[in-house]
């Protein structure tokens, strides 16, 4: 008879310490209480005897090695049963007023999390350190290095070294910057005491941190801080991971080979495209010609009638070829883009593992790179098959609209908060003049915001630097929503406009072969937008910017509530 499984859960603590300094106690005893079964190391008797006749003071400071080592322990003991996931949940439940300990909140943080506030905690350390033998002769800089670290990232003071042209937007930058700041502190230092004490300084914040979180995970971040010529062999001994490192460099290797047969794929595809491109030159070239005789044949349609029905019946066969021709085209690119964003999504994935090192370190910094640019062009890459995807389901008719009400202005600013990287670079300014009180947009979400960000992009392509982009959004009545994108660029002429709104037309310049690109940003928004039962126009000249309107019906405007 088949038994009922049941989740395992480990014993409950007999009741819950109503604050911190008694939790610190309860999770200690049990912990042990857990261990007892399987015996007590003897290494771990002598740390646990120390540890409970230290004032509460020490106690709070040596909790986070005391919890891992008795962790670990009872992990090792009981597993498979009792897993660190199991001993955070106690903790959480049962054991929640040491959560209010910063030091020993650390070790249930994200592991991006842990990286931070472990090398925030080394510098710290070094520069107290440094503080405390130089004095006033380094008291204003050391200490403005201290309260900046203090305060990062929450609220960031001025960064005393020039590391970086503005504030990290992630804890994986900040983390970035710190190795930066490590190794011109550690070359600060040097100037400043000599090469044998700066050295002690770095060894003494890594021996603090050690002290109490070398058994987290994320402790190799550590290791990784120190300027190269502080590293050696204990250290470094202690964090080899051989086998994970040659799993990686195999991945690495079969990352390779699928990028050069996705290089392959790619090429035939563009040789396919060349191909279909091509017969529909010739086809317009041939419907043109045609035209053209059946114009001249016009002036003498009572004696040729017959000849001129023929014609009209031949024109419609073509114009019904070139119909099926772009349904074949459009179904080949929607078939070949889903057979290629499988491949891409595993090689964005597994590159990104790589470069983040969630599985530990690479062991050379170039990997890491290497690993950086195969994930950034297969983001590339997948974006242009989205947007060949998207362009294959608009024209095949097969795209459906998932409508909701949706706030028009918070679309407009999250979009532009996609750009803004990008706007950045190019020291652009992107001004954003909702009318207060729009009505919210009845429509389908990802559509109107992938208008709005293929706008600003092209905006943002063309703009030279220390231009601006203005994005107005009014409620005009009876021509329902008005939008408006204009930005200071290069501009088209108007005789490029048509051209630019077909898929893959793009107008002739030098600015534009050097910024590349598929054509489809333009066409896909005006698609998007005609499906809303609305419209896309554009307006420019060479040299004065670009105004890009669109325009959403009445009956898609609902007012807001009062």
């Not at 499984?5 to 999770?27: G, H, M, N, T, Y």
């Not at 491949?343 to 090192?357: C, K, Q, R, T, V």
């Given at each position: 008879?088949?038994?009922r499984?049941?989740?395992?859960?480990?014993?409950?603590?007999?009741?819950?310490?109503?604050d911190?300094q008694?939790?610190?106690?309860a999770?200690v005893?049990?912990?042990?209480?857990?261990?007892?079964?399987?015996?007590?190391?003897?290494?771990?008797?002598?740390?646990?005897?120390?540890?409970?006749?230290?004032?509460?003071?020490?106690?709070?400071?040596?909790?986070?090695?005391?919890?891992l080592?008795?962790?670990?322990?009872?992990?090792?003991?009981?597993?498979?049963?009792?897993?660190?996931?199991h001993?955070?949940?106690?903790?959480?439940?049962?054991f929640?007023?040491?959560l209010?300990?910063?030091?020993?909140?650390?070790?249930?943080?994200?592991?991006?999390?842990?990286?931070?506030?472990?090398?925030?905690?080394?510098l710290?350390?070094?520069?107290?350190?440094?503080?405390?033998?130089?004095?006033?002769?380094?008291?204003?800089?050391?200490?403005?290095?201290?309260?900046?670290?203090?305060?990062?990232?929450?609220a960031?003071?001025?960064?005393?070294?020039?590391?970086a042209?503005?504030?990290?937007?992630?804890e994986?930058?900040?983390?970035?910057?710190?190795?930066?700041?490590?190794?011109?502190?550690?070359?600060?230092?040097?100037?400043?005491?000599?090469?044998?004490?700066?050295?002690?300084?770095?060894?003494?914040?890594y021996?603090e941190?050690?002290?109490?979180?070398?058994?987290?995970?994320?402790?190799?971040?550590?290791?990784?801080?120190?300027?190269?010529k502080?590293?050696?062999?204990?250290?470094?001994?202690?964090?080899?991971?051989?086998?994970?490192?040659?799993?990686?460099?195999?991945?690495?290797?079969?990352?390779?080979?699928?990028?050069?047969?996705?290089?392959?794929?790619n090429?035939?595809?563009?040789?396919?495209?060349?191909?279909?491109?091509?017969?529909?030159?010739?086809?317009?070239?041939?419907?043109?010609?045609?035209?053209?005789?059946?114009?001249?044949?016009?002036?003498?349609?009572?004696?040729?009638?017959?000849?001129?029905?023929?014609a009209?019946?031949?024109l419609?066969?073509?114009?019904e070829?070139a119909?099926?021709?772009?349904?074949?085209?459009?179904?080949?690119?929607?078939?070949?883009?889903?057979?290629?964003?499988t491949?891409?999504?595993?090689i964005?994935?597994?590159s990104?593992?790589?470069?983040?090192?969630?599985?530990?370190?690479?062991?050379?910094?170039?990997?890491?790179?290497?690993?950086?640019?195969?994930?950034a062009?297969?983001?590339?890459?997948?974006?242009?098959?989205?947007?060949?995807?998207?362009?294959?389901k608009?024209?095949?008719?097969?795209?459906?609209l998932?409508e909701?009400?949706?706030?028009?202005?918070?679309?407009?600013?999250?979009?532009?908060?996609?750009?803004?990287?990008r706007?950045?670079?190019?020291?652009?300014?992107?001004?954003?003049?909702d009318?207060?009180?729009?009505?919210?947009?009845?429509g389908?979400?990802?559509?109107?915001?992938q208008?709005?960000?293929?706008?600003?992009?092209?905006?943002?392509?063309?703009?030279?630097?220390?231009g601006?982009?203005?994005?107005t959004a009014?409620?005009?009545?009876?021509e329902?929503?008005?939008v408006?994108?204009?930005?200071?660029?290069?501009?088209?002429?108007?005789?490029?406009?048509?051209?630019?709104l077909?898929?893959?037309?793009?107008?002739e310049?030098?600015?534009?072969?050097?910024?590349?690109?598929?054509?489809?940003?333009?066409?896909?928004?005006?698609?998007?937008?005609?499906?809303?039962?609305?419209?896309?126009?554009l307006?420019?000249?060479?040299?004065?910017?670009?105004?890009?309107?669109?325009?959403?019906?009445?009956?898609?405007?609902i007012?807001?509530a009062?």
């Amino acid at each position: 008879m088949w038994r009922r499984w049941r989740p395992f859960r480990i014993p409950v603590p007999e009741s819950k310490p109503p604050d911190a300094q008694q939790a610190c106690a309860a999770l200690v005893h049990y912990l042990e209480t857990l261990l007892a079964p399987h015996g007590v190391p003897e290494s771990l008797q002598a740390q646990l005897a120390r540890f409970k006749v230290l004032p509460p003071t020490r106690q709070r400071a040596e909790l986070p090695a005391v919890y891992l080592a008795l962790a670990r322990a009872v992990v090792d003991a009981a597993a498979p049963r009792v897993t660190p996931a199991h001993l955070q949940r106690a903790v959480e439940e049962h054991f929640a007023p040491l959560l209010a300990w910063p030091d020993f909140a650390l070790i249930f943080a994200r592991p991006e999390r842990q990286e931070f506030l472990l090398c925030r905690r080394l510098l710290l350390g070094v520069a107290n350190h440094a503080t405390a033998l130089l004095g006033a002769a380094g008291k204003d800089f050391l200490a403005g290095l201290a309260a900046w670290l203090t305060a990062a990232p929450e609220a960031p003071a001025p960064v005393p070294f020039d590391l970086a042209p503005e504030p990290p937007r992630s804890e994986r930058e900040w983390v970035l910057l710190f190795f930066r700041l490590a190794r011109d502190l550690h070359a600060y230092l040097e100037t400043k005491l000599g090469e044998i004490r700066a050295r002690a300084f770095f060894e003494q914040g890594y021996d603090e941190v050690a002290a109490g979180y070398s058994g987290l995970d994320a402790f190799p971040v550590v290791v990784n801080l120190l300027p190269g010529k502080l590293l050696d062999s204990e250290k470094i001994g202690k964090l080899s991971r051989r086998q994970i490192q040659k799993v990686a460099l195999q991945k690495i290797r079969e990352l390779d080979e699928i990028n050069a047969q996705l290089r392959a794929q790619n090429e035939q595809l563009m040789a396919v495209r060349r191909e279909l491109v091509s017969a529909r030159d010739e086809l317009e070239q041939r419907v043109a010609l045609r035209t053209a005789e059946l114009s001249a044949i016009n002036g003498q349609l009572e004696r040729e009638i017959g000849e001129r029905k023929l014609a009209e019946r031949d024109l419609r066969a073509a114009k019904e070829a070139a119909d099926l021709a772009n349904q074949a085209k459009s179904e080949f690119l929607a078939n070949m883009s889903h057979e290629l964003r499988t491949p891409l999504n595993a090689i964005i994935g597994f590159s990104d593992i790589l470069a983040n090192g969630r599985f530990g370190p690479l062991g050379n910094a170039r990997y890491e790179a290497y690993a950086r640019d195969i994930n950034a062009s297969g983001q590339h890459l997948l974006g242009i098959i989205n947007d060949i995807l998207d362009m294959a389901k608009v024209e095949a008719g097969k795209i459906e609209l998932h409508e909701t009400r949706l706030d028009l202005g918070e679309a407009i600013r999250s979009s532009v908060r996609l750009v803004s990287p990008r706007a950045s670079e190019g020291r652009l300014t992107i001004d954003v003049l909702d009318e207060p009180g729009l009505p919210l947009l009845y429509g389908d979400e990802r559509l109107i915001r992938q208008i709005f960000i293929n706008l600003l992009s092209n905006a943002a392509k063309f703009t030279p630097a220390g231009g601006r982009i203005t994005v107005t959004a009014n409620d005009a009545a009876a021509e329902g929503i008005v939008v408006e994108v204009r930005d200071t660029g290069i501009g088209i002429a108007p005789g490029d406009i048509p051209m630019v709104l077909m898929p893959f037309g793009q107008a002739e310049s030098a600015l534009t072969r050097r910024h590349g690109g598929t054509g489809l940003g333009l066409p896909l928004s005006k698609s998007f937008a005609e499906l809303h039962g609305g419209s896309l126009s554009l307006a420019s000249r060479p040299g004065s910017g670009t105004t890009v309107t669109v325009r959403f019906p009445p009956s898609r405007a609902i007012p807001r509530a009062a």
